[in-house]
C-alpha cells in the first residue's frame, strides 16, 4: 500500500503526545523527543521494553509477548494505582495481527478482516521478513505479504476461536475525517453498549480490550485512568480490495495507544516506532 509516511505521521503523533504529558506535568520533556522510557514492572517476570517492533521482538522470550486484552487485564487487576497509571500511558505494539483479504460472499467481493493474537500470527511467525516489510524497506510498501501457508494458518485458526473473522461493511465504519491517516477508517465508542446491529463491532472491541466479563470490567476501570472514549482503527474497505487482491492478503502489526482522554487502537501499524512491548525477557 503506498503510504510512505505512515510511520512518520504516527510517530510525529507519539511525539506530540510526549510533549503534552510534559505539559501537563506528567512527565519529563525529552531533549529530542527520544523514545520513552519502559514503564515500571508489575511482576517479577513481565517487563516493558523500548524500541522497534524487532528490537522489542528480539529483546523477550518467543511466545511472551502480550496482547493487547491481555495488557488490558493486566493493568486492571495490578493493585497499584500509580502503576496502573504509569502503563495506562505507555504507547505499546500488541502481539496482535490484522490480516485484510478480500473474499466473495453472496456473490459478490467482500473485504474481510482477520484480527488475532500469538496464534496464527503471520508477522511474529516471520518476524525479520514481516519488519523488512512493514518498514517499507523491502517492497516500497507498509504492508506484509503473508504466504499461502501463512493465510491458510490464520483461516484455519478461526475455527478454534483463536481468531476473529469479519466482514469489514459489517463494522460500519467511519472515515478519518481529520485527514491524518487517509488510508484508514475507525469507529469509536464510550461504553460497553452496543445494539444487537453493532455486534461485529463489539466483538472486534472484545478481542482487543478483554472478553466476556473482562471487557465490562476493563471498560469500567478506564474512567479512574482519565480514559473517555476508545478509537479502533483499521484499513479502508477499498483500500482493502485494492492492495490485498482476491486469494492473497496483507497483514499489518498493532499499537495501542493512550492521548488526550482517548485509547487508540491502531490495527494498520509499521514497525518502526520507537515504543514498548511487554513480555519476559529474554
Known amino acids: 500500500m503506498p503510504n510512505d509516511d505512515l510511520g512518520a505521521r504516527l510517530q510525529e503523533r507519539y511525539d506530540r503526545y510526549v510533549v503534552i504529558k510534559y505539559l501537563l506535568g506528567q512527565g519529563q520533556y525529552p531533549d529530542k523527543l527520544a523514545p520513552q522510557t519502559a514503564a515500571s514492572q508489575t511482576s517479577p517476570k513481565l517487563e516493558t521494553v523500548v524500541g522497534t517492533l524487532l528490537d522489542c521482538y528480539n529483546q523477550l522470550q518467543p511466545g511472551t509477548w502480550r496482547t493487547s486484552a491481555e495488557l488490558m487485564n493486566e493493568i486492571r487487576t495490578n493493585p497499584h494505582r500509580e502503576i496502573r497509571r504509569k502503563m495506562m500511558s505507555q504507547v505499546y505494539y500488541t502481539a496482535n495481527f490484522a490480516m485484510y483479504t478480500v473474499e466473495e460472499v453472496d456473490g459478490k467481493d467482500e473485504a474481510i478482516l482477520y484480527f488475532g493474537g500469538r496464534t496464527a500470527n503471520p508477522i511474529f511467525g516471520n ?99 482519565e480514559i473517555r472514549e476508545f478509537r479502533i482503527y483499521v484499513l479502508k474497505p477499498w483500500f482493502v480490495k485494492e492492495y490485498a487482491k482476491k486469494g492473497s492478503a496483507i497483514a499489518r502489526t498493532c499499537l495501542l495507544m493512550p492521548e488526550d482522554e482517548m485509547l487508540h487502537f491502531y490495527a494498520i501499524s509499521p514497525t518502526e516506532l520507537n515504543v514498548g512491548m511487554r513480555g519476559i525477557r529474554a
Open 127 to 225: 518476524m525479520e521478513e514481516a519488519a523488512l516489510q512493514l518498514s517499507n524497506k523491502g517492497t516500497g510498501y507498509n504492508d506484509y505479504i503473508p504466504s499461502k501457508a501463512e493465510i491458510q494458518a490464520v483461516v484455519d485458526s478461526v475455527r478454534t476461536g483463536a481468531t476473529g473473522k469479519f466482514a469489514m461493511s459489517d463494522l460500519e465504519l467511519n472515515d478519518d475525517q481529520t485527514g491524518y491517516l487517509s488510508d484508514t477508517a475507525s469507529y469509536s465508542f464510550h461504553s460497553s453498549y452496543f445494539p444487537n446491529s453493532l455486534l461485529p463491532r463489539k466483538k472486534l472491541a472484545e478481542l482487543i480490550f478483554g472478553e466476556g466479563a473482562d471487557f465490562q470490567n476493563n471498560i469500567d476501570m478506564f474512567p479512574n485512568l
